[in-house]
């Protein structure tokens, strides 16, 4: 073997012996006739000691620069006394090197390994390098361990892994397909899969009635912190199983890998919220347990109030008032709360009033707010009461269309929650359950899937379908992990008449139905057993773990937020000959030089 040992693994047990490293500079130190070397590999360092005492060795020594490949060959030894680096498992120890072979030389590197305050725009430009950071050696490592960790799970309970294809048909998910022309049929085009979402109802239709697979999926969509246009998926699913064996059998695995990965327990069972009452707590379908603030509904007191503000948002049909108390929020300064106003404006909140509670017990009075002239006592006291407010609190309120109100106070509610210390440490999961099964495009004027449309209603919701979609909720069910979602899945419909209420209530006609799922109605006709499941975002569970601020952290080749792939300059055009290959042909347009 061309090594006998990682750099970063040699320690004490190797003192006295001849040991092989192969690895780059991490940084070459020249101490004035003794030339220092940090030699690097996936496992870390080794201080490597060159002496003028070997000559032709140390020639080689005085050419050696950063991120330079080497062979080492020497006999490691105590390192002097004063020296040891207890960071390091290499710490107590160094090689003394008797041969150096120079297997490759290096440019000088775009950025220093050790520099912390790189623009990602550089990090991804230059990603080879960025990979050979220690904080991307640990996150790569990491991701694989959590990989690791869930198939060791699913293998034990009786899952099989099965690929499922990567060219499919181009149906409707909730994102555009990313679409694959055909070059052997003009004009017509795969697509790449959103999910496996089709294919593994297919799989428990054909009697698999354990399927995993850890694979990739394909959204063109508008791109954030935690989406990528190409991203990696947990994907789960069991036939005769119901919501609760199923939610319990996935917490089991996201237990399992915690304690198999960080050796942390978590709290057991996962508290449950249904979605209506997530919302009303917290504003949001996946809050984060570990701020303790919680929102208090007011829209039914100010339908006949003079504040016209929050009047006209309780006259609303989807309006809502909603008051978010801060414990000791009165210490806030004016500056404060015009920063707050500021970022609640960046979800749509035209403003954001307030009461300060000075002295509870003086009612009015002991109050401090340019809104009370506008409110009756009556609902002042209801305020207090129904926020719990005490001396020396603020009560911030939110008002306008629900869903301003609720994105503004929700990301509010945490922002304060970690700027001002209410947030507990640790990890705080729970499953948000009972989603409805449609949401209204007021745009289209039509209704849309929440989840997707192979999501089972309730029992009992089946005939919402037909006469009132907006009271059909689903068996649906999501798994969230401080603020993140991190996991969701549903009950699938095994009944192809269910199915088919579904694409009516859609607007999906039958002829469209049969041309987009013709394929998977056909496979319901025979004999499909209940079944469900779960898809994770493996990105997101690792990115949560690491600390990382986003998943192209995590990802080895991540495309920016503009999806692009900086180091292979993605996309980029293709030559005519391609093109006329897939039928395709570029429209023309005069370059307009400014």
């Known amino acids: 073997m061309m090594r006998t040992e990682y750099c970063g693994l040699v320690s004490r047990k190797h003192l006295q012996e001849s040991v092989t490293l192969c690895g780059w500079v991490h940084r070459r130190r020249d101490h004035g006739g003794v030339i220092f070397i940090d030699l690097r590999d996936r496992e870390g360092l080794v201080q490597v000691v060159c002496d003028p005492d070997r000559p032709e060795m140390f020639k080689i020594a005085e050419k050696i620069r950063n991120e330079f490949v080497l062979k080492v060959t020497g006999k490691v030894r105590h390192r002097p006394e004063g020296t040891v680096n207890p960071d390091l498992i290499s710490g107590e120890v160094e090689v003394l090197a008797h041969d150096i072979e120079i297997l490759n030389s290096s440019l000088t590197p775009p950025f220093q390994l050790d520099d912390d305050n790189l623009s990602e725009t550089t990090r991804l430009t230059h990603r080879v390098i960025d990979l050979r950071r220690e904080q991307m050696q640990k996150n790569l490592r990491l991701r694989y361990k959590v990989a690791m960790a869930v198939r060791k799970f699913l293998d034990a309970h009786g899952f099989l892994d099965i690929e499922t294809p990567m060219l499919t048909k181009s149906t409707p998910e909730g994102a555009r397909d990313y679409l694959v022309p055909s070059r052997i049929y003009p004009g017509q085009f795969f697509a790449l899969p959103q999910s496996p979402q089709l294919f593994k109802q297919l799989l428990m239709i054909a009697g698999f009635d354990r399927y995993y697979q850890i694979t990739k999926c394909f959204r063109d969509e508008d791109l954030r912190a935690d989406r990528q246009p190409e991203f990696t998926q947990i994907d789960v699913e069991t036939s005769f199983l119901n919501e609760v064996e199923i939610t319990g059998l996935m917490e089991e695995l996201i237990c399992n890998l915690f304690k198999e990965v960080m050796r942390v327990e978590l709290p057991k069972p996962f508290p449950r919220l249904s979605y209506q009452e997530s919302m009303s707590r917290y504003g949001s379908d996946k809050p984060d347990l570990r701020v303790p603030l919680a929102l208090s509904e007011l829209t039914d007191l100010m339908k006949a109030v003079e504040f016209k503000v929050f009047r006209s948002a309780a006259e609303l049909s989807d309006g809502r008032i909603a008051a978010l108390r801060i414990p000791n929020g009165g210490a806030l300064t004016r500056k ?259």
Not at 358 to 386: D, M, T
């Open 336 to 594: 404060d709360i015009d920063d707050y106003t500021a970022y609640v404006a960046i979800y749509g909140a035209k403003g954001l009033a307030y009461i300060k509670v000075n002295e509870k017990a003086k009612g009015v009075e002991g109050l401090q707010s340019p809104i009370l002239k506008f409110l009756p006592a009556s609902v002042i006291k209801a305020i207090l009461e129904r926020t719990a407010a005490e001396n020396g609190d603020l009560i911030f309120f939110g008002a306008d269309r629900a869903k301003i109100v609720n994105d503004s106070l929700s990301a509010l509610r945490e922002k304060i929650g970690h700027d001002k210390g209410f947030a507990e440490p640790g990890w705080k999961p729970l499953w948000v359950t009972d989603f409805p099964m449609f949401e209204w495009n007021e745009e289209e004027k039509r209704w849309d899937p929440l989840h997707h449309p192979f999501t089972s209603p309730k029992d009992g919701h089946e005939s919402f379908l037909d006469s009132d979609p907006s009271k059909a909720y689903a068996k649906a069910y999501d798994m969230v992990l401080n603020g993140w979602e991190i996991g969701g899945g549903s009950v699938r419909i095994h009944r192809e008449d269910v199915q088919s209420k579904v694409f009516r209530a859609l607007n999906i006609g039958q002829d469209e139905a049969r041309q987009k799922f013709g394929f998977l109605l056909d496979a319901l006709q025979y004999g499909a057993p209940p079944h469900g499941g779960i898809a994770f975002g493996l990105d997101r569970i690792v990115a949560l773990i690491a600390g990382a601020e986003s998943i192209r952290d995590v990802i080895a080749f991540p495309k920016t937020q503009r999806a692009q792939c900086l180091l292979t300059q993605a996309p980029s055009p293709v030559d005519e000959k391609q093109l006329r290959e897939l039928h395709i042909r570029l429209r023309r347009e005069e370059t307009i030089k400014s």
